[in-house]
């Protein structure tokens, strides 16, 4: 816990804060300023799209692997490729090798992205498919990207989602059970509790924990080879599964991934990828939150956050709005949500939000990426909302890498769009980001918010010394 400030420390803040508000409507003034704060933690965090095009680039090109020279697709040096496809190492150092990398960022992030073309979420999440695996065999490349950008920034923590663990081992065929899971999943949920129960104790006599040691022994042995955390920097990992996948392929990947978090120390949480509007996603969603249920009975000390609310009118019809995040906190018992843009079209509105707030459920904004997937900024994003119902708040990037950003960005954009935002009420959602990171032992949490809390004094000394503000 922060100690209570001096009255010399309230005035320096005070004095930063008016600092703010002078340069608060100048863009380069204010990415000055919070490229210089420290910005706690990143804990809305996809690993893949995370890493910067270039990078991967980068990757194939050390490691002499494909292109297609006509559509600029990329892969892996391991596997063998016709023409048109090239070994980087034949491609050419002439302009075509340039707009051959240049049509690659544009395939891989939103670089010169146009509408036209193809839907913004569709050109979104089509860059994971194209990356992910490229993520995989580059792994300690992108983790050293990672912390050097966090570094450079200010960044002391992130907690990055790594996809899905999974295993060869099936439960057995025949047994009817996900015919059974699809039908009861609305209506009786304690059937689905049984057969989940029953499932889980197949796989398990299976085997499946062998699966998980294996994870995270790679895991742990790739993790200190990159020489990831030290005195200024700390990552951990969440696994999750895909919502788009069949029910009890659902289930075997969050049971691994509730595994790894009981059983490791480098995974600290779980969550659910791919769109929220997707049609398997939508027609179980709450066949979901009910494993996450059954899992949380079993595993108590495993927590999670949920994509959820990650949704804007059209997309879905008017009434899918209505139940998805109040779903993910009473029904998931999620510790935390992620984007939550939906909130103001759930039936149970006011009762969710003021559950939020006493819960201390926070929710993981992230300007850039509901701006481009969804369409949503300004006045119709909901992050004032929750702010005013005293829900916390946390900030952060999503994928900086597809959306071609950084989390100094994210603040710059929270403070221009938002003016009744104060320094105070930006310095509490980055004290947040450590607050309700999933950070464990708890005494290393407390070491990362003394750290946290020690640099924005400092930082806000700077400020003083830089613009003269300092007291005669």
């Known amino acids: 816990m922060a100690l209570t400030p001096t009255p010399e420390e309230k005035d320096t803040s005070r004095r930063v804060s008016d600092y703010f508000e002078q340069i608060r409507h100048d863009p380069l003034l204010l990415t000055v300023f919070f490229s210089a704060m420290p910005k706690g933690g990143d804990l809305h965090h996809h690993f893949s799209g995370s890493v910067y095009g270039e990078t991967y680039w980068q990757i194939l090109s050390d490691s002499n692997g494909w292109i297609n020279t006509a559509t600029a697709e990329v892969d892996t040096p391991g596997t063998e490729h016709l023409a048109p496809w090239k070994r980087f190492g034949e491609l050419p150092r002439n302009a075509r090798f340039d707009s051959l990398k240049q049509a690659f960022l544009r395939m891989a992030s939103v670089k010169d992205y146009e509408e036209s073309l193809r839907p913004s979420d569709e050109h ?44 060869a081992i099936r439960l057995p065929e025949n047994t009817g059970w ?67 996948d069949a029910p009890l392929d659902v289930y075997r990947r969050l049971l691994l991934a509730f595994e790894a978090v009981d059983r490791g120390s480098l995974v600290v949480g779980v969550n659910l990828l791919k769109p929220e509007d997707g049609e398997v996603s939508m027609r179980d969603y709450r066949l979901h939150m009910l494993m996450f249920a059954q899992l949380s009975r079993l595993y108590p ?11 804007a009118m059209g997309m879905v019809r008017p009434e899918q709005l209505r139940t998805h995040i109040t779903d993910a906190v009473m029904t998931a018992g999620a510790r935390r949500i992620g984007h939550g843009v939906s909130v103001a079209y759930e039936t149970a509105c006011n009762a969710l939000l003021d559950t939020m707030a006493r819960r201390k459920i926070p929710v993981e904004i992230n300007l850039s990426s509901n701006e481009f997937i969804l369409k949503i900024k300004d006045e119709q994003h909901p992050v004032l909302l929750y702010h005013a119902r005293q829900v916390p708040v946390v900030i952060s990037t999503d994928d900086a890498g597809v959306l071609r950003t950084d989390l100094t960005r994210q603040y710059v954009l929270l403070a221009a769009r ?19 990171s999933f950070i464990r032992p708890a005494a290393v949490k407390n070491q990362q918010q003394q750290r946290l809390d020690a640099a924005l004094a400092r930082f806000e000394e700077q400020v003083l010394r830089t613009h003269r503000l300092i007291k005669k």
């Open 124 to 167: 979104f999440f089509a860059t994971f498919t194209k990356m992910s695996f490229i993520a995989s065999f580059g792994m300690a490349h992108g983790l050293r990207e990672l912390k050097e950008r966090a570094v450079s920034e200010h960044v002391q923590y992130i907690e990055t989602q790594v996809g899905q663990l999974d295993t």
């Open 301 to 311: 000390g495993v927590p999670y956050s949920l994509h959820a609310g990650e949704l």
């Open 178 to 244: 996900e015919k059974i899971l699809t039908a009861a999943s609305l209506k009786d949920s304690l059937a689905v509790f049984e057969i989940l129960d029953k499932a889980r104790a197949t796989l398990l006599e299976r085997g499946v924990s062998g699966a998980v040691d294996n994870f995270l022994h790679r895991l742990e042995r790739l993790h200190y080879q990159a020489n990831v955390d030290d005195s200024t920097f700390m990552l951990r990992y969440h696994l999750a599964a895909s919502r788009s």
């Open 418 to 436: 938002y003016p009744s935002l104060r320094y105070a009420d930006i310095k509490q959602m980055i004290r947040n980001s450590i607050q309700y």
